[in-house]
């Protein structure tokens, strides 16, 4: 996709020419569906994916757990679907498991804390834990 080979000038967008659409029509569809996302009823449990409240309390950040795809450069829709696709719908259907094993590793530095937390905050902490490993499992299960 070099400007050369593509018979444009430097300073043209290559965008629109590789796709085959305007400017204008990406960011009327990215709008729309930003604004479909942000006024959806589900958006507050979306908040776990990247602005998770424990996290941030105790690590002062937080993980950002959305599934992406990496960055690659090819029109060939056939190629995406198999090469691309797959891993993403993986990442997305392990990320409830990913999602817990962060929380267990949160809850286990704090049950590490010192000094330590009061015992009926462990308490919780493990019982918190134990849960969460067995719920693991089961999705684990075929």
């Known amino acids: 996709f070099q400007v050369h080979q593509m018979g444009i ?4 967008r290559r965008l629109p020419l590789i ?3 305007g400017l204008d029509d990406i960011r009327q569809q990215l709008q729309s569906l930003v604004a479909a996302i942000e006024g959806a009823t589900f958006w507050a449990q ?5 602005r998770d409240q424990e996290f941030y309390s105790w690590y002062g950040s937080t993980p ?3 599934p992406r795809v990496r960055s690659f450069c090819n029109t060939d829709s056939s190629w995406v679907e198999s090469e691309r696709l ?3 719908v993986r990442r997305i259907e392990n990320l409830p498991q ?3 094993r962060a929380t267990i590793g949160l809850y286990n530095d704090m049950l590490d804390a010192d000094p330590p937390l009061p015992q009926a905050t462990q ?4 019982s918190d834990i134990d849960a969460l490993d067995e719920w ?3 999705l684990n299960e075929p």
Do not use: C, E, W
């Not at 000038?9 to 043209?12: A, D, Q, W």
């Not at 979306?46 to 990247?50: C, G, T």
């Not at 308490?123 to 493990?126: M, P, V, Y």
């Open 123 to 126: 308490d919780q902490l493990q």
């Open 64 to 66: 950002d757990f959305h």
């Open 9 to 12: 000038s430097n300073r043209t």
């Open 46 to 50: 979306l908040a776990a994916l990247d």
């Open 86 to 88: 797959p891993n993403l």
């Open 136 to 138: 693991v499992q089961k």
């Open 98 to 100: 990913r999602m817990a």
């Open 19 to 21: 796709y085959g659409i």
